[in-house]
């Protein structure tokens, strides 16, 4: 997403090495472009401006934030007047012409922010309308208009679909939906790397496994987006074979590759050009969510449990999107935001940025709720916004990924 960002999408932007934190060791590199007030982080937005604010907004409401109308009206005035968003727009008061290089993605994760956020419907609605106007007659999306479909891109819409109040599988070009572009790209159970997704066929034309396009495929074959809980559990735990699989099957089969990618270690690998041997925080955080989802939650939980040991130093290097891909993941396994590790991955994203609001409603659950786990999750919060802090929660743990 890498903060759910597969390595393919980036480098077909140019900008892997500026974009992609999921091997980061050092600082973040410093802006090409001046920081608005209403963003969130510190690095260079050029790359990354609108996914990184959409995440930290999707986190917020996830947490039960009210986020600052300057950040809101930040994201939602990234928008070109077709409905689609670039990745970044430093002048946003200037109309989007040629050089404005809109993408799927940006949009996608901008339609999710915004209907979270609330008091958009408009924007969501033009963004959406652009959305389909550029899906492929495979049924499935590109991260730039025209481009062949992946794994990813597609995942993205479906949850901005489904955001939005639509059906997928109602989306259609050509008589196909998302769900068949998924399916496609769904490795057979017998073949190397069976149950994963591809990215994008291989030079074969075959698909072949990667497990950032499968994390993201989980969610995309069921309907969902950033935000989810832990699901049914699958009716079989390996790779089942069909000849047509369903979007359920698909997700089943992509679930049963991640929990056997993550058993031994409790992470991935990197897939990065250069990364010998380094774990690959951003795509377990996504694993975590995709694994929950699909209803595999103790493995969801282990892969958690290593973020909690192993991600904070990435999460501090890497910025909002990566806090907020730990919070999704906190969320995924019911685990306490407040304490990763020792680290307040709350207090962490909400310093990055203009501080969010707690809502009424929230704080009042907090009073009555009689000391249960929601009860402290939500008190974490409150006294985070408030200045507080919340060390004497730190031996209580849990928390999460996004």
Same mark, same amino acid.
Not at 108 to 136: E, I, P, T, Y
Not at 302 to 327: D, H, R, V
Not at 335 to 357: I, Y
């Given at each position: ?46 790359? !990354? ?96 208009? $025209? ?17 939005? $109040? ?42 072949? @496994?990667?497990? !950032? ?14 935000? @989810? ?7 079989? *735990? ?15 089969? *992509? ?24 774990? !690959? ?26 973020? =909690? ?29 407040? !304490? ?20 009424? =409603?929230?704080? =009042? ?38």
């Amino acid at each position: 997403m890498n903060v759910r960002r597969s390595a393919a999408a980036l480098a077909a932007v140019g900008v892997l090495a500026a974009a992609a934190p999921a091997t980061a060791a050092g600082p973040s590199p410093s802006p090409k472009a001046a920081i608005p007030s209403g963003l969130y982080g510190t690095s260079d937005p050029t790359y !990354d401006g609108v996914w990184r604010q959409s995440l930290t907004l999707i986190a917020q409401r996830t947490l039960g934030y009210r986020p600052a109308a300057k950040a809101v009206d930040w994201l939602a005035g990234q928008q070109c007047a077709s409905g689609a968003f670039a990745a970044f727009r430093a002048a946003p008061a200037k109309a989007c012409d040629g050089k404005v290089t809109v993408d799927t993605n940006s949009t996608a994760a901008a339609v999710q922010a915004l209907k979270a956020a609330g008091g958009h419907d408009d924007a969501v609605g033009r963004a959406v309308a652009w959305l389909k106007s550029v899906q492929n007659k495979d049924g499935g999306w590109s991260y730039f208009p $025209g481009k062949a479909s992946d794994t990813n891109s597609t995942s993205v819409v479906v949850g901005a679909l489904t955001a939005a $109040g639509m059906n997928p599988v109602d989306v259609r070009k050509s008589g196909k939906s998302p769900y068949d572009l998924l399916a496609a790209m769904s490795v057979p159970c017998d073949q190397d790397g069976g149950g994963a997704l591809a990215f994008q066929p291989d030079k074969n034309g075959k698909p072949a @496994a990667n497990a !950032d396009a499968t994390a993201a495929g989980v969610l995309g074959a069921l309907g969902k987006g950033f935000v @989810a809980r832990a699901g049914t559990a699958p009716a079989h *735990a390996a790779c089942t074979r069909a000849a047509h699989p369903t979007p359920a099957q698909v997700a089943d089969n *992509a679930g049963a590759y991640l929990a056997a990618a993550v058993a031994k270690s409790g992470h991935l690998q990197s897939a990065l050009p250069g990364a010998k041997d380094q774990p !690959d925080f951003g795509n377990t955080a996504d694993t975590v969510v995709a694994l929950a989802a699909d209803g595999r939650t103790e493995q969801a939980k282990a892969s958690y449990a290593w973020l =909690e040991k192993n991600a904070s130093q990435w999460a501090a290097q890497s910025g909002p999107a990566a806090y907020a891909q730990l919070i999704l993941a906190a969320h995924a396994v019911g685990a306490q935001p407040g !304490d990763f590790g020792g680290t307040s991955l709350v207090r962490s994203l909400n310093a990055l940025g203009p501080a969010p609001q707690v809502e009424t =409603e929230q704080k =009042e659950k907090t009073k009555s709720d009689g000391g249960s786990g929601l009860g402290v999750w939500w008190f974490v919060g409150v006294c985070l916004v408030a200045g507080i802090g919340a060390g004497f929660l730190l031996s209580g743990r849990k928390k999460k990924q996004p």
